[in-house]
């Protein structure tokens, strides 16, 4: 299957698809799908193919689509610093030590993953306890959020103007414009070849993973225009996942989206900020933090409705996709009222053809809700946020307060409403994991906000491509691209949310193709090939037929 235009038959597994509920076997021609059904009937092909692959019983999906990744931070997370799953932060200051130690030759150390909500120090590591560690080099090491960050002294010495930006601390983690000023020179430190390597590396563990394509969220405050086009460039050049980018640059005239284009970029969207995380105490709420000092605090605003008005108007004039972070109520709030102004003006139509999208989308309101739905607007989300600081004693409810905290991530009332549901990881915020995610968008730890399994999955298969605009995608169809995924996996189930406890079928005769058992426990699916427009961009080692 290494040639993307040779015929190549599939059987003896089980192919999920909608065109047949009991497929056995699929055809791949050109890239495309050419075939899906029985067994029976796959005899008749087997002598006009150059290639027949026995499934021995594997399961091939669609591959899955990853709505939000930053490539090359978690290439670096790959392959420098990852202090995810530190446990104390005596754990995470270790970790800075053998760091530094192992690359004596980076101008910046580069960390990213801390997470003082977990530890029992309740605190972030204080500068003079980075200085020591970092052996007095530059640091930048970024919260699990990547919202804010703390540094070194060395690293503050290469940015002398960040004093006196906002969100700077003189010992404390550093928000804001003091917080894009630091990540702006660690990411001048980045060598080409290093950012190469980080991008191959982040590019090749979605492929492992099942995961056909990504959506790249860049922008002038994350990464820069050099590591956004090399990264296009890299994916074009070479086997891998598919890599839609989006700009996130805020635009005032339909003009100005000509610079958006020239980029390669898919819309002018992704993580245009209109507010902060909830970790970081920087998304935007409509009542203050319910947490000690930060309990008079609502948060950051960064874009108004005008602005937001502004940027979705420019868009839909200019035929390209809008699109904001917005994670608090008052930032919600915000991209509603804008979308409506815009709507008002251009006219309904235009903006719901548009399929303008927001990222996070986590403080909705029933309000909120009815408005995505009346605009059109995606829900790009990140269901294993829930699984991570969700229920009633972790970090959201510490933010916000226990009531507050259970509003959050409403999934199956986004998708009572209507509303188009993309799903991904915003790596390295949470790891690439495709069938973690949709395990936590079915058990999610609210248990009126779950979905069923296969919701789950179409959302993070068919819906990723439904957000780019493409309907013929994402599911294993004749005229369907050929990304698909083969795995090892357990009894097929359709698995569905209750109120009480999970419930699902193995009936046949429901016509519903099955997936894989998601309840919290079971082992995971391992995938074993992932196939790109038709071309093997990933195979397991020792498996027969590679």
């Known amino acids: 299957m290494s040639n993307h235009t040779r015929t190549t038959l599939l059987r003896n597994g089980t192919v999920h698809s909608p065109a047949d509920p009991f497929a056995t076997a699929m055809v791949v021609e050109r890239g495309g799908v050419a075939w899906v059904g029985s067994e029976g009937a796959a005899d008749s092909f087997a002598e006009g193919v150059d290639e027949v692959v026995d499934l021995d019983g594997a399961l091939v999906t669609p591959a899955f689509t990853d709505a939000h990744v930053h490539t090359t931070a978690t290439g670096l997370t790959l392959t420098g610093l990852d202090l995810t799953g530190a446990r104390t932060l005596a754990e995470a200051l270790d970790r800075v030590r053998a760091h530094a130690a192992v690359r004596p030759a980076d101008r910046v150390l580069l960390g990213h993953g801390w997470d003082a909500s977990a530890w029992p120090e309740n605190r972030p590591p204080s500068r003079r306890e980075l200085d020591e560690a970092a052996g007095g080099r530059p640091l930048y090491l970024t919260r699990v959020d990547v919202h804010s960050a703390v540094v070194t002294t060395a690293l503050l010495d290469l940015v002398p103007q960040v004093s006196g930006l906002s969100g700077f601390q003189q010992d404390g983690p550093l928000t804001g414009d003091a917080h894009h000023a630091v990540r702006a020179a660690a990411h001048d430190s980045v060598t080409p070849a290093q950012r190469a390597e980080a991008q191959a590396a982040a590019l090749d563990r979605a492929a492992s993973l099942g995961i056909g394509s990504v959506h790249e969220c860049a922008g002038p405050l994350i990464s820069g225009t050099d590591d956004f086009t090399g990264l296009l460039a890299l994916a074009a050049e070479r086997p891998g996942p598919r890599v839609v980018g989006y700009w996130a640059e805020a635009l005032t005239s339909a003009a100005e989206a000509g610079r958006v284009r020239e980029l390669g970029a898919h819309g002018a969207a992704g993580d245009l900020f209109v507010d902060g995380s909830l970790g970081s105490h920087t998304a935007c709420l409509h009542q203050p933090y319910a947490d000690g000092p930060h309990a008079d605090h609502t948060g950051t605003a960064h874009l108004d409705a005008a602005a937001v ?121 949470t790891p690439l994991d495709p069938w973690g995610t949709v395990r936590a968008a079915a058990f999610h730890r609210t248990p009126e906000h779950r979905i069923s399994v296969r919701a789950a999955f179409t959302a993070h298969t068919r819906g990723g491509w439904r957000a780019i605009g493409r309907d013929d995608a994402g599911v294993l169809v004749p005229g369907a691209p050929a990304d698909y995924a083969v795995w090892t996996a357990g009894d097929l189930v359709v698995q569905v949310p209750d109120e009480r406890v999970a419930s699902w079928s193995t009936d046949p005769r429901s016509g519903t193709p099955g997936l894989p058992d998601l309840t919290p426990g079971t082992p995971l699916p391992t995938c074993l090939r992932t196939v790109v427009g038709g071309r093997t961009v990933y195979a397991a080692h020792g498996r027969p037929n590679e």
């Open 309 to 429: 008005a502004a940027h979705v108007a420019a868009c839909t004039e200019a035929g390209i996709q809008a699109g904001f972070h917005a994670i608090g109520d008052a930032a919600l709030t915000a991209v509603v009222e804008g979308v409506r102004r815009v709507a008002d003006k251009l006219g309904l139509a235009a903006v719901r053809a548009a399929r303008h999208r927001v990222e996070h989308a986590e403080m909705l309101t029933p309000e909120h809700i009815a408005a995505f739905a009346e605009f059109a607007l995606t829900a790009s989300v990140q269901p294993v946020f829930d699984a991570a600081w969700g229920g009633d004693e972790a970090m959201y409810a510490r933010r916000l307060g226990v009531e507050r905290a259970r509003t959050l991530n409403p999934y199956a009332a986004l998708l009572r409403a209507g509303v188009p549901l993309a799903l991904g990881s915003d790596s390295p915020v």
